[in-house]
């Protein structure tokens, strides 16, 4: 099987890379390796081309994320099973109204299911571990209305500014996908003293370590 490993710095997956260049042989299948550049449309870009170039059988994006729930321990890995563009949306009477509740979009429009890009593939049915609901964001939300609305929105626990890039792309090219995400910090939190970037890095590779010779 050939697996595409997408993330969108190299820093977020270095780990697993050092350790693949020295132990590919312990891995039963062929993983290539994506960088895409942070943000949905460098993701998307860089996910759509490569997969025309070298179609995968599966697609893993591996990140770090920031999550809403202030009762998940900063560090857990979760897997996401519904992803949305949060900010693709319009501002009427001071108040976030999606594009699909205007009716710009129909909730079921290929590839949504009910405005969520919903991961229905055999692979997050029988992998074991946490499974939530991320959004995905060009501007890394701080304002605490953003959050709030977010929140009433789309009742999310992570948020990337990737991983709807991946769910989107996949589900369009009919590729199974997966999204692994660590939690570095909580959303709105500015302090980076206060983030756990090395240690959800560390989980994170650990965890990808394991999923990719488990499968």
């Not at 990140?63 to 998940?72: E, L, Y």
């Amino acid at each position: 099987m050939n697996i595409l490993l997408a993330s969108a710095t190299t820093t977020e997956i270095k780990p697993f890379i050092e350790q693949y260049r020295k132990d590919a042989n312990d891995f039963i299948h062929s993983i290539d390796v994506l960088i895409t550049g942070i943000g949905l449309t460098a993701a998307t870009y860089s996910l759509t081309k490569q997969l025309h170039v070298k179609r995968p059988d599966l697609v893993i994006q591996a990140g770090i994320a920031g999550c809403f729930d202030r009762q998940t321990e900063l560090g857990e890995v979760v897997l996401v099973k519904q992803d949305i563009v949060a900010d693709l949306l319009v501002i009427e009477n001071k108040k976030p109204t999606t594009l699909f509740d205007l009716g710009l979009i129909k909730p079921n429009q290929f590839p949504f299911s009910q405005q969520w890009l919903v991961n229905k593939s055999e692979w997050i049915k029988k992998l074991e571990g946490r499974k939530v609901k991320g959004i995905s964001a060009n501007e890394i939300t701080t304002n605490k209305k953003r959050i709030t609305a977010y929140k009433d929105l789309f009742d999310p626990v992570i948020e990337s500014m990737e991983g709807a890039a991946l769910h989107y792309s996949c589900l369009s090219e009919k590729i199974p996908f997966l999204q692994i995400r660590a939690i570095s910090n909580y959303v709105g939190e500015r302090n980076k003293k206060n983030w756990k970037m090395k240690e959800s890095i560390t989980n994170l590779n650990k965890a990808l370590l394991e999923l990719l010779k488990r499968i």
